[in-house]
């Protein structure tokens, strides 16, 4: 779906700027891409991916935490490995 919009975006970059007929056709393109913008499918597409992206987001959020949440665990963890404690006599005086 990205890989269409960027295509169709080029494309229509291309024509108003290599297009000789100047504002006419930019007018032309201007009016088709309001009107395909406004058009209730495409809203609806829009929308669903909103919604996708939303879900995708919060599930990463969800992941990210709890990667976190398990490294800080087992830095403490690795800590009180390295300390040495006051009674194991690993300690020089």
Do not use: C
Not at 18 to 45: C, F, M, N
Not at 68 to 83: F, G, I, Q, W, Y
């Amino acid at each position: 779906m990205k890989g269409k919009f960027l295509f169709l975006a080029g494309t229509a970059t291309g024509f108003v700027l290599g297009s000789k007929a100047g504002r006419q056709a930019y007018d032309r393109l201007s009016a088709k891409a309001h009107e395909l913008w406004g058009d209730p499918t495409t809203q609806k597409v829009i929308s669903q991916a909103e919604t996708i992206a939303r879900d995708a987001a919060s599930v990463a959020q969800t992941k990210v935490s709890d990667l976190l949440d398990r490294t800080e665990a087992s830095v403490k963890n690795e800590e009180r490995k390295a300390t040495p404690s006051a009674d194991d006599g690993s300690h020089e005086i």
